[in-house]
């Protein structure tokens, strides 16, 4: 009985493969060497496909969750590493004819258990006294402050902030429901019991205010065009008309900084609870509430792995210096 491949790929990954190899043995590589960076590089495509991602689209923490991927699947550090060589060349391929193209992994290289560093460390203490001491008065800081309390309650991120529906809102179950994507997994959450009554009064009263001003005159920049049926479809809207909320969120943390200058984005309020969840449950529950794809991202927010970034974060901050 013939044995089967280790790597068998689809007849798409196998023709992009071709061209690939060619380019391989025009550099003096040799039969076996081109076999394995085939292999390698195949492997990586076929990640690429189940990620629905465009090679042109990878970047440096796409690269990271690969790595992830590759070490769920029991790849040895050395295996992982032949893995990202190939990459490599595969992009310097690439390169040849699209210049512009981006090589994620022109310098990654995998050394022992390494991890990506997490941003930020600021206790959950501080989160809560930030939420507490938020304003709510004008319409624009109350859809702030419900943004606020996701992302210190539920540890949201700034993108699945931008993908909320109206109807992801649970409010008699008490939860919410945050869509999955390419980089996420999609779970269900209990909100706080003051996050309910919130919740339900911006529905009720401040969503739909924000909308009716967004199509009044007003003297302040608006974007060309309004996509009422887009904006009404999503959880959060710009004060502005825009389908986009990153100006919404920089004036937020604008705000924020005048409460706690310590904490500067939402990646470090999502350190911050994610540390203070691992503190209260089990691994795997956290693994599901962060939505990680993989369990050791999930390890990387473990005290034991934070202790060592503190001193680095306390020495770079802007207000130590």
Known sequence: MNKRPEYCFNHEIQNRLE??????????????????????TGYFLQWLENE???????????????????KSEGNSSKLINGKLRSTRNYYEFLKKYHPSIINPAASLHL???RRKAVNGLTSFKELENLYRSYPARTPREKRN?????????QGVTTEELQQLEPG????KQGKIYIPGNRRR???????EPFQVPEMHQYLAR????????????????KPETIDLAKLEGQLFISINGSGN??????????????INPKIANAKQIRSGVITYWLKNHNLRQVQYMAGHKYVSSTERYQMGNLYSLQSKLEKHHPLNR
């Open 145 to 153: 402050k419900i943004i606020l309390g996701l992302l210190v309650f």
């Open 185 to 191: 997994n999609s779970r269900t959450l209990e909100l």
């Open 52 to 70: 629905r991602l465009l090679s042109e689209d990878v970047r440096y923490n796409d690269l990271l969750d690969f790595i992830d991927y590759c």
């Open 168 to 171: 992801h809102l649970e409010l």
């Open 19 to 40: 061209s690939f190899k060619n380019y391989l043995q025009e550099l003096g590589n040799g039969t076996d060497t081109v076999r394995q960076k085939s292999n390698y």
């Open 206 to 221: 401040t969503r739909p205010l924000i909308l009716a001003e967004i199509t009044k005159p007003k003297p302040s920049r």
């Open 111 to 113: 050394r022992g258990t």
């Open 245 to 258: 909320i990153k100006n919404s969120l920089l004036h937020l943390f604008r705000d924020v900084q005048k």
